[in-house]
């Protein structure tokens, strides 16, 4: 679109900020590239770019990691500008959103600021004739189906990568190593924890591990199809031993029972277990939407072994029907007296807690059926259960994040206190959204002051507790006390040191005032 001689001279010196986004789609919306084009229409339309905001290598799926598209919605919002038009390249740097809904109504916070928003590269004039709105509709619909159409050809080159027998991300897992190989299959090195291949036509595949660990699996498919062992007892016999997993961390029942039922043993490559398309809400997958291929990688565990353990873990749930359930659940509530998660997993012969959750739709619903009422509200055992599992991803995504911007960082094994360039330590905390009676949202941080940190990170989970909500840093010059409690809104001492994604965390930690620790 071109502005004409006219309204070039009416819009003499009108000051504009362009907002510039960059995913990997196409060479052609590099950043430098829609900022000459951005350049060229400012001129032609008499205006002078004041301000940029930039996102490079962010996807439009979502406003979630789009940093300066958040500032800029923010600094409008608050009346915090200094221009008074927004120049883009074209709808889709704006956004690929799936919902096009998303991507009108950040248009409309700005256009209600009285800010307009013009896209230079449209062969239309932004403003508000039913013809423009249709054609803008007509585009965000068509970005959004970019991207699915785009997530439809990814995968299916991640499938053909699978049949190859290449890896598709992920820990190795205890007892395997991920092996870089070049073009041609041959081997290069051994990928370390952390580490990522850097050559687009290298590859990854799963090879046998140290000695040692290979052994304590063949161990533990033994003492479990041939000794009688649960996962439970395996995991004790492990820990008194001192063996650790392949993270640091002691042996537990669910650590185990990975060992026992991850193909990736025999040699086989699964992938699409979980879905988290177009960044959507992560799915598990029915048995016929997953890829495997079998005998791609060198096995450490016999066939014949590992169908064995599958049929005993399979027999002591399938075989079992609901009432059959719900009878063994009531006779364990008449010997305790009361039910929990913990009750349930610590019983031989019974499905774990998490088996009757999803039997049943939950755990709260399983001991409605045997007429159990908990005297409180026993919906944090499983929530607390789901955060537990989530620690692992937040501390490798921080570490990810660190070392993404040249950062060196170090993880105690046993606590979990990161010490970032050897400057300064960081406890992370994940935090449960609550909601109160009244309808409020509140976070309770209990700071792990015992570690000494200099900063603690409290993670804070959205409504539901399915998702991570943002993050919070807090020096421990500012928070001496070991409990906190967090509300919606807070104090401009701690909204200061708020960030929505990780992507933020570094800039935000050089700003943050840091108090060593003695």
């Not at 770019?49 to 996807?59: C, E, H, M, P, Q």
Request: aromatic share 8%.
């Amino acid at each position: 679109m071109t502005g004409a001689g006219d309204q070039a001279h009416k819009n003499q010196n009108v000051r504009a900020a362009q907002y510039v986004r960059m995913s990997t789609d196409h060479q052609k919306y590099s950043t430098e590239n829609q900022a000459i084009e951005i350049a060229k229409y400012a001129r032609e339309n008499g205006y002078v770019i004041v301000k940029t905001y930039i996102d490079s290598g962010k996807s439009g799926l979502k406003l979630d990691g789009r940093d300066a598209l958040q500032s800029l919605i923010e600094d409008v919002s608050n009346g915090q500008t200094d221009f008074s038009v927004i120049l883009v390249y074209d709808v889709s740097r704006w956004g690929r959103f799936q919902n096009a809904d998303e991507s009108a109504y950040l248009e409309y916070l700005c256009t209600r600021a009285g800010i307009a928003v013009e896209y230079c590269a449209e062969q239309f004039v932004n403003d508000s004739s039913l013809t423009t709105t249709i054609i803008k509709n007509m585009k965000r619909a068509m970005a959004g189906e970019y991207s699915r159409d785009l997530s439809r050809k990814v995968f299916e080159g991640q499938r053909h990568l699978v049949e190859l027998g290449y890896r598709q991300g992920g820990a190795a897992g205890f007892g395997l190593r991920r092996q870089l190989i070049d073009e041609r299959g041959q081997p290069k090195t051994l990928l370390t924890h952390g580490e990522r291949k850097s050559i687009q036509t290298d590859r990854v595949i799963l090879v046998p591990g140290p000695e040692t660990e290979v052994a304590v699996v063949d161990r533990i498919y033994r003492l479990f199809v041939e000794k009688g062992q649960n996962e439970r007892s395996i995991a004790e016999i492990l820990n008194y031993e001192g063996a650790l997993t392949d993270m640091g961390r002691p042996w537990t029942r669910g650590t185990v029972h990975q060992v026992l039922t991850n193909e990736k043993y025999v040699g086989n490559n699964v992938f699409n277990r979980i879905s988290f398309k177009l960044k959507m809400r992560r799915v598990r997958n029915p048995p016929d939407a997953i890829i495997r291929a079998s005998g791609v990688f060198q096995p450490i565990v016999s066939e014949d072994l590992f169908q064995r353990a599958a049929v005993i873990i399979a027999e002591r749930t399938i075989r079992l029907r609901d009432e059959e359930m719900l009878a063994l659940l009531a006779q364990l509530l008449l010997r305790s007296g009361k039910l929990s998660a913990i009750i349930i997993d610590e019983q031989e012969g019974m499905p774990s807690s998490s088996i009757y959750g999803s039997r049943f739709g939950g755990l709260l619903r399983a001991y409605k059926l045997v007429g159990y009422t908990p005297n409180r509200d026993n919906r944090y055992v499983e929530i607390n259960r789901m955060l537990r599992d989530l620690f692992p991803e937040v501390i490798s995504g921080i570490i990810a994040s660190v070392e993404h911007a040249g950062g060196r960082i170090v993880r105690d094994a046993a606590t979990d206190l990161l010490t970032i360039n050897g400057e300064f330590t960081v406890s992370v905390v994940v935090c449960r959204c609550i909601e109160t009676p009244a309808g409020s949202l509140r976070w309770k941080i209990r700071l792990d002051n015992g570690l000494h940190p200099d900063l603690s990170i409290a993670v804070r989970m959205a409504p539901g507790n399915e998702k991570i909500l943002d993050y919070y840093l807090l020096p421990k010059i500012d928070f001496t006390s070991a409990n906190l409690a967090v509300a919606e809104d807070n104090a401009i001492g701690i909204d200061t040191y708020r960030c929505a994604d990780l992507s933020r965390f570094i800039r935000l930690t050089e700003r943050v005032p840091i108090r060593r620790a003695a």
